[in-house]
């Protein structure tokens, strides 16, 4: 028999507002120890929000939450003590050095100058800032200044770790680098809550996912359970143009019934169970001129989960601006 991890975080209930706006209404999270747990949504859906209560930064107007078994309300010191918390903008000293950020912060923790200084050296050979390590962070690239941001939440490494949109703003390379860092603190037992709006991120990291909206979240379970709650499969086509897609778009809308444009401007994609109308609908799109550089017949995106749960993409706003607004303050 299989024993089960302790819960890391088993919140019940939370309710935050600001002024009128509801930010976030009723969210219930239960997140595994050793597990990296996605808390997908959009700008304003209550994430950063949800996450500032957990890490007792904001105090719930209601419901409760224990966080590594210690009550974020009673006993708020004690969960500060075991977590870390790196948000949307950098947390470090852009006046200082990177080697100089990290040992300020471990003479901040309690460590004696020589072991700050050691630990300073591991980190920044770890995640690869060693040839930037003298150089005043203000000089360093977005990417750079975001692993240095991880690398000071982890000084003293944390039992529990909140990650609020990591990848933001990052190109393709860095934020890779930064998945390859989460995954590797997993892998020494961190336990990771990991808020973001790009779906690829929680298929590529999370263990499981609850997609919030709205302040509430609508759905919870893995990555290939949320796919199989859209329930049919989905064909997947990338163009060789993509200014043809418009014209694939209305092709594949005809043969079966909707599409949806995917984030890569050369992606469009289709619900379809059927590999025999999947053959069809390509072999149409190709009499009828389009250039076809690939196309795949499966699950659903996560992306596809999301607009099929609340009738749109994560990369779309709500329509309460105010959330935005809200959360940026609480921030």
């Given amino acids: 028999m299989t024993t089960q991890p302790p819960l890391a975080i088993e919140a019940t209930g939370l309710v935050k507002s600001f002024g009128e706006t509801r930010a976030v209404d009723g969210v219930d999270l239960a997140v595994r120890s050793g597990t990296v747990y996605g808390v997908l949504g959009p700008n304003g859906a209550g994430k950063t929000t949800t996450i500032r209560m957990l890490a007792t930064l904001l105090r719930p107007d209601e419901g409760s939450a224990r966080v590594l078994g210690h009550d974020i309300v009673r006993d708020a010191e004690t969960v500060r003590e075991l977590v870390s918390l790196t948000g949307q903008l950098a947390s ?45 962070v203000k000089h360093y690239s977005g990417g750079m200044r975001r692993r240095l941001d991880i690398a000071a939440s982890i000084v003293v490494t944390p039992q529990l770790m909140f990650l609020d949109e990591p990848t933001t703003g990052l190109d393709p390379r860095s934020r890779n680098q930064v998945w390859d860092i989460i995954r590797t603190l997993v892998a020494e037992g961190t336990t990771i809550l990991l808020c973001t709006q790009y779906l690829d991120e929680a298929d590529q990291l999370a263990d499981r996912i609850a997609v919030i909206d709205r302040g509430t979240v609508i759905a919870e379970g893995t990555p290939a359970q949320l796919k199989a709650s859209v329930g049919s499969g989905a064909l997947h086509v990338r163009l060789l143009d993509p200014e043809q897609r418009p014209a694939a778009a209305q092709l594949l809308e005809r043969d079966l019934g909707s599409v949806h444009l995917e984030p890569d401007p050369a992606g469009v994609s289709a619900p379809c169970s059927d590999a025999d109308r999947a053959a069809e609908a390509v072999a149409e799109l190709s009499r009828a001129g389009v250039r076809i550089g690939g196309f795949s017949l499966g699950q659903p995106s996560l992306d596809e989960v999301f607009l099929a749960l609340t009738g ?7 329509e309460d601006p105010a959330g935005d607004l809200h959360e940026e303050q609480a921030a």
């Fill in 92 to 136: 470090v000293d852009e006046d200082l050095s990177g080697h100089e950020n990290l040992v300020l912060l471990g003479l901040l923790l309690g460590l004696r100058r020589a072991a700050a200084k050691t630990r300073a050296g591991e980190l920044l050979a770890a995640f690869g800032l060693s040839e930037a390590a003298g150089k005043l």
């Fill in 312 to 318: 749109r993409t994560a990369e779309e706003q709500t």
